[in-house]
């Protein structure tokens, strides 16, 4: 049996190439069809490392194959795999020295279909693919540098009131509401929080699980008095897709059906920032790898530093 569940509820995926097992356990959540969509690419990329020899300028398909190992070890294997599928089509065309006339057929396409953004993270995996080929001797060129990103503009700034977080709660179960104001509170993202386990809250901060189990990242941040009642619910008796609906549902509801969980976590940039937070403490409780990532919320600062000098010089 290569797809079996365990007593946890947990989908495991193991099959036998050449005498050796090749196993993988998906999240809580995992559907059936993700458990088949795992063994399907594990035997295709498996199929590729037993061949002897990729022909000097291989097809798109069998390049960007390379990448599913890769995705492995990314923090989201199955949302890296869903940005690489979601070209697969266009890549049954060309081979890899054709890389650039690739991208600029994907990109005509999908535009206006999808943002700027969704269709560079489908490129990205065009450009790592290649330059993994490249870097194994399998091209004789770094065809990577060929496929260019599209400008992006689509950066959305929505920051939500604690009434309106309040007002989405109130059309959700118990857990989800858990879920919402954990949110709010440490910024965490959706993933990380339905992570969370009892052995993960102490007595004044959590631990959150930022990384996949291989790269077992972790981060540390405060607890604060407003998030205490929330945690008796952790473990959560709900899972990502449960999460994704009842927010659905209660945005509708409450009225506001174009905000997104996501925005939780930058409502909770803005209330550190607005609360005198740096962007280096903002950084390290978002889990930002980079200080250059929060500065999206530099005009904050900004804005909040001109009304103190605002207040501090005010004319007589």
Request: hydrophobic residues 40%.
């Amino acid at each position: 049996m290569s797809i079996w569940t365990d007593k946890k509820g947990r989908r495991h995926v193991g099959i036998m190439v050449d005498g050796r097992r090749v196993h993988r356990i998906l999240p809580q959540d995992a559907t059936a069809g993700a458990a088949k969509q795992l063994e399907a690419d594990l035997r295709a990329a498996l199929a590729v490392a037993k061949t002897p020899r990729i022909p000097s300028d291989p097809r798109l398909t069998e390049v960007i194959s390379l990448y599913v190992a890769h995705a492995e070890t990314l923090r989201s294997t199955k949302t890296a795999l869903d940005h690489a599928r979601r070209i697969a089509l266009w890549l049954e065309k060309y081979r890899a020295s054709q890389a650039r006339q690739a991208a600029a057929h994907i990109v005509k396409d999908m535009a206006g279909h999808y943002a700027a953004g969704t269709i560079n993270r489908s490129l990205g995996t065009l450009k790592k693919a290649l330059r993994l080929a490249w870097e194994r001797g399998l091209i004789p060129v770094d065809y990577s540098a060929h496929v260019k990103r599209l400008p992006e503009n689509n950066a959305r700034s929505t920051y939500l009131s604690l009434d309106q977080v309040q007002s989405i709660a109130s059309h959700c179960s118990t857990p989800v509401q858990a879920a919402i104001w954990t949110a709010l509170l440490t910024g965490a993202r959706r993933g990380e929080i339905v992570k969370l386990r009892r052995e993960d809250i102490g007595r004044d901060s959590l631990i959150i699980h930022a990384g996949n189990t291989k790269t077992l990242r972790t981060r540390t941040v405060p607890i604060v008095p407003a998030l205490r009642p929330w945690l008796k619910h952790f473990p959560l008796e709900v899972g990502i897709e449960g999460i994704k609906s009842a927010w659905r549902r209660a945005r509708e509801d409450a009225g506001m059906p174009d905000v997104n969980f996501h925005d939780l976590r930058h409502s909770c940039a803005s209330i550190l920032i607005a609360t005198g937070a740096d962007l280096f403490t903002v950084s390290k409780i978002l889990g930002h790898s980079s200080v250059k990532t929060t500065e999206r919320y530099a005009h904050m600062q900004i804005e909040q530093q001109r009304d103190a000098m605002l207040r501090a010089f005010k004319a007589k």
